[in-house]
């Protein structure tokens, strides 16, 4: 069945490299349960995928995402679901304007920590490879 998804990935910038932040997925989810991916969630009839992230962000985190970008859409699998991705360029403050609601906690990645993560799907590290490559070649 087709899932189309619309997913935040918060980013910060220190001391000169790009982090990104993820979640450690609930013990309990139904889909890959402990593994790190990003916020977001599945796009409900009627819904935009702005609204979803919206939606979501308030869900997973009691958090309003204001001045995100769309980043890029992804299509994976048989079924071609398709990743909405959004970007928000974070502050050191971020951490303490959020509340977990649904994941374990978050944690920030470098692009090394990515290409090494062995609790992160492939199709996950494809958009970051990407992402990545974004931020480094042009400003965002």
Do not use: C
Request: aromatic residues 14%.
């Amino acid at each position: 069945m087709r899932r189309d998804v619309s997913l935040l990935i918060p980013y910060k910038k220190e001391n000169g490299e790009i982090l990104v932040f993820l979640e450690r997925r609930s013990k309990t989810a139904t889909r890959l349960a402990d593994w790190f991916g990003f916020w977001g969630g599945g796009i409900e009839s009627g819904e935009t995928p702005d609204q979803t992230l919206t939606r979501e962000m308030k869900e997973e985190l009691n958090f309003e995402p204001v001045g995100y970008k769309h980043f890029k859409d992804f299509e994976f699998g048989v079924l071609k679901s398709a990743k909405y991705i959004y970007i928000l360029e974070v502050d050191k403050t971020f951490e303490t304007k959020i509340k977990y609601h649904e994941a374990q906690y978050g944690k920030w990645f470098n692009q090394q920590q990515i290409e090494t993560e062995k609790l992160l799907i492939e199709d996950d590290k494809t958009v970051l490879r990407e992402f990545f490559n974004s931020v480094t070649g042009e400003n965002i």
